[in-house]
Structures are given as C-alpha cells and as structure tokens.
C-alpha cells in the first residue's frame, strides 16, 4: 500500500537580513531541509513548499516548491493548496498560515524580551508571541532553557520539542584577516567578542575587566549600529587603548577572528540559543561565558563561567581559565572541538524531519 501524498509548508517570514540573525537561521535551515527534499518525496511522498519573497524563489533549487508572499497575508489566511503540516520558522514571523493547513508548528528562538528593560519592545513581542500561540497547535524551542519560559513563564500549554540549533562550521570557510585590523594584533594577541553589542550582549562588563588588564588587547566585531556606536563611545571615554572595533566582518574575517584569537568572550546576560560561543569552540577556543539563561546548556563543562561581573572577579575567572587550557592545550582544544560538533544542521534537520512526520501522523 503506498504512502498519501502529502504537502509541508515552511514559512520564512520577511527575511530582511538573510546573512545574519534569524535570516542565517533561515538560509540554512532552508538549505539543509532542501537537500533532503528529493529523498522526502521518493520515500515519504511528502512535498516542500517553501513561502519566501519573491526575490528569494529559486533561492535553494528546484526539489523545493514556492509560494508567494504579500504583505495581505499578515491579515488573510489565503490558501495556494492543502497542506499537512505548516512550520512558522521563528517567532517574530507575523504572516498567517494558509486557510485549512491541518497542524501548525512555531519555533520560538528567545523569549529575551522578558529579561530587557526596553518596555516597547517586550509589549510588541509579548503581542506577536500570543498572535503565534493562538495559531500554533504544537511549539519548537532551541534549547532547554526557552522551554522552561514557554510553559513556566508564558503559560503554554501546548507540546514544547526541543530542537537545539543547527551551527555552520565556520573551520570549512578560507579564513581572511579583517583589514581593519591593526598590524600589531597578530594571532593568540587578543581575546574576541562579537555581537550587536545590545545592552543585553552586556558588552559593558567586558569593558570593565580589561581596563584592569592594559597587558591584554580585546577585538570587539558586529554591525555597525546605535548599540555599537555607544560602545565605542564608551571605550573612547575610558580610555581604553586595549580595546579594537571592528565593524561589519564578513564570514571570511569572523573564522579568521575565531582561529585566531587568544580566547572567545560571551557575557550576555539572555540568550534563546548562543551561536558564536559554538562558532568559536569549533576551532577549540577557550570560551568565557555568562551562567545566565542558556548559556550553561550550550557551553555545558567545556566553558568557562563568570558567575557576576565585577571587574576583579572576571578577571580571577579569565586568568584561572587560561592557565587550565595553557596546561593541556591540544587535550583542551580537542574537547572544545568535540562539544560543539554535537551542534550540526544535519543534526538539526534530521531532528525536525522525524517530528513532521510524527505530527503528520498523530493528525492525518
């Protein structure tokens, strides 16, 4: 007897910024899923429907159909089909799913905006995150810790799967020295940083510990922004020669950034998941992070942790922690390196196709 045919949706959203946040998120996801596309439809009869701007269709192949997407959808439920399964990609999505799609999946990325003091971004937040659970039947989070906020903060009641993200191995990408730069940093002279430098990146803390450590040089990289703009109106009026800006690196000079740096910082004080801590622990950096939120799930016994961020004690933290890599260097690196090969796309994809075909079961 053979299998039904049966369609999948995923929806993207607006993908403004496709080589960075939840637009790399997408690109990926999108990517990886697309491969396994022909597999799905010889096996499981199942089809791949992915709804994008229009500028985007043909964007990952033709095993992969598309859908357009207009700005009415926001408003109107209209339907190009019947699908078996709808996956919003992320929680800031705000088009409705298609009018009949018989189960709806959401992936919910950080609930972050319970932990900023930003009280207009937290109401339109809290507001598009009750427009998804409202049409939502069943929810993804990435990582333990945004779990636990869904169902003990937020109240949802509806099943929570953990998928932890898919990370890309930035050890694959040739690596470029950033030109900007200076000549006098050269490789294991610097620790690095890299974010949006938001308020919640805590970036503030960094610039306190090393204005005890004149000895050390910081490389601080993200787009250029306000947030960016006022760190580097605060490390100019600190007077912290120590301290580089680098703004807007491409994949090339982030890899370079990571192979080469002495050690990677990440103080943040609310995160849904926590890329670049991963990032830099694929090329066996030693990382420092926050023991907020869930940092402590992804840097698990591998990393190091500031347990607050008083000067002096980052910097009891940071010295102990180099001198315990420094002893076993490549046994420290090698343990890094295996930590975050658990975070693969082909893992996250493989996660997710066994859940479609699991609800599309349980709701035929």
């Keep these: 007897m053979s299998l039904p045919s049966r369609s999948i949706g995923i929806c993207f959203g607006k993908m403004a910024s496709p080589h960075e ?5 997408g690109m990926q996801f999108g990517e990886h899923l697309a491969r396994r596309a022909v597999e799905l439809r010889e096996r499981q009869r199942i089809r791949l429907h992915y709804r994008l701007p229009a500028q985007m269709h043909g964007s990952f192949g033709d095993a992969v159909g598309y859908l357009p997407q207009w700005p009415v959808q926001r408003h109107l439920a ?24 018989r189960h709806c999946l959401a992936t919910v990325h950080d609930l972050n905006h319970l932990y900023g003091s930003d009280e207009r971004f937290a109401l339109k937040a809290t507001r598009r995150l009750a427009r998804i659970a409202d ?23 509806k099943p929570v799967y953990v998928i932890p993200n898919g990370v890309r191995d930035l050890t694959q990408v ?20 890299i ?23 910081l490389v601080l990289a993200g787009p250029r922004s306000g947030d960016s703009e006022r760190i580097a109106a605060e490390v100019q009026a600190a007077g912290l020669s120590n301290i580089t800006m680098i703004y807007g690196v491409s994949t090339a000079e982030k890899a370079w950034l990571y192979q080469h740096a002495r050690a990677f910082f990440f103080p943040s ?24 939120t869930s940092l402590p799930e992804i840097g698990g016994e591998v990393a190091d942790y500031w347990r607050d ?9 940071l010295m102990a922690g180099l001198q315990r890599f420094d002893a076993q260097p490549q046994a420290q690196a090698a343990r890094l390196r295996q930590w975050a090969a658990r975070f693969t796309w082909t893992a996250c994809i493989e996660q997710h196709i066994a859940l479609y075909l699991r609800l599309m079961e349980a709701n035929p």
């Design 21 to 25: 946040g939840l637009g790399e998120y």
């Design 78 to 101: 209209l339907s190009f089909g019947r699908y078996d399964l709808w996956h919003l990609l992320h929680q800031h999505n705000p088009f409705r799913p298609p009018w009949g799609v």
């Design 135 to 157: 049409r939502a039947d069943d929810f993804v989070a990435i990582s333990q810790h945004t779990r636990r906020d869904l169902i003990s903060v937020v109240g949802i009641a």
């Design 174 to 193: 040739a690596p470029e020295r950033p030109a900007g730069l200076p000549a006098q940093i050269g490789p294991r002279r610097y620790f690095f940083h």
């Design 195 to 217: 974010s949006r430098m938001a308020p919640l990146k805590n970036v503030g803390a960094l610039l306190g510990m090393m204005a005890g450590l004149p000895d050390e040089h």
């Design 269 to 292: 004080l609310a995160e849904g998941f926590g890329l670049p801590p991963v990032e830099a622990m694929q090329f066996g950096v030693p990382v420092f992070l926050s023991d907020l």
């Design 309 to 317: 961020f008083e000067p002096k004690s980052m910097q009891r933290v």
